[in-house]
T-cell receptor, first 114, second 114 residues
Framework: GENVEQHPSTLSVQEGDSAVIKCTYSDSASNYFPWYKQELGKGPQLIIDIRSNVGEKKDQRIAVTLNKTAKHFSLHITETQPEDSAVYFCAASILTGNTGKLIFGQGTTLQVKP | NAGVTQTPKFQVLKTGQSMTLQCAQDMNHNSMYWYRQDPGMGLRLIYYSASEGTTDKGEVPNGYNVSRLNKREFSLRLESAAPSQTSVYFC?????????????FGSGTRLTVV
């Protein structure tokens, strides 16, 4: 089955710097790669996602890149702000038919220092 | 508000006790999922239900049972709780007709088994 590895487990940056979180996946059939942000005491919230037919997607300060050949994808946050501090999860899925199970990475705790 | 509702939010059990975690969604989604979240391990899929009347095992099903009561409700039961089941449990739902299946998470149930 699918396996997703996420690095680093913790990341500390200064406000205004960029942050990059990387994930690798094992199943070449995976076609959907979302990123979730989780704040303390809350459920995961989708922040950006990408399908396998696209190499890059950007939404304001966040972007995701996908390299299907190498089977890895990355989250890029520019001009970080203290409110970006949270746990971030990557996931991979095969969206087909009636359901698409999400397989998650281990999570990255991002701390943005003012 | 439309979304996924989980009850209870917090629960403490003694080893060997049983309990049922409840989940309901009002988005007319077909598929529902139960995940558990443990430190450093991300979210792991316990069971899922692709559609009303069907259930399937995920990555870590041992010690759990599920019931898809109707299209809206998907419950998770611990028959004989063990300390290893101390975790935060998240319910989610999705539908193939929504953009990227419209995955939506509940706010979680924090369970402690003593």
């Amino acid at each position: 089955g699918e396996n997703v590895e996420q690095h680093p487990s913790t990341l500390s940056v200064q406000e205004g710097d960029s942050a990059v979180i990387k994930c690798t996946y094992s199943d070449s059939a995976s076609n959907y790669f979302p990123w979730y942000k989780q704040e303390l005491g809350k459920g995961p919230q989708l922040i950006i996602d990408i399908r396998s037919n696209v190499g890059e997607k950007k939404d304001q300060r966040i972007a995701v890149t996908l390299n299907k050949t190498a089977k890895h994808f990355s989250l890029h946050i520019t001009e970080t702000q203290p409110e970006d501090s949270a746990v971030y999860f990557c996931a991979a899925s095969i969206l087909t038919g009636n359901t698409g199970k999400l397989i998650f990475g281990q999570g990255t705790t991002l701390q943005v220092k003012p | 508000n439309a979304g996924v509702t989980q009850t209870p939010k917090f629960q403490v059990l003694k080893t060997g006790q049983s309990m049922t975690l409840q989940c309901a969604q009002d988005m007319n989604h077909n598929s529902m999922y139960w995940y558990r979240q443990d430190p450093g391990m991300g979210l792991r899929l316990i069971y899922y239900s692709a559609s009303e009347g069907t259930t399937d095992k995920g990555e870590v099903p041992n010690g759990y049972n599920v019931s898809r009561l109707n299209k809206r409700e998907f419950s998770l039961r611990l028959e004989s709780a063990a300390p290893s089941q101390t975790s935060v449990y998240f319910c989610a739902s999705s539908h193939p007709d929504r953009p990227n299946y419209g995955y939506t998470f509940g706010s979680g149930t924090r369970l402690t088994v003593v």
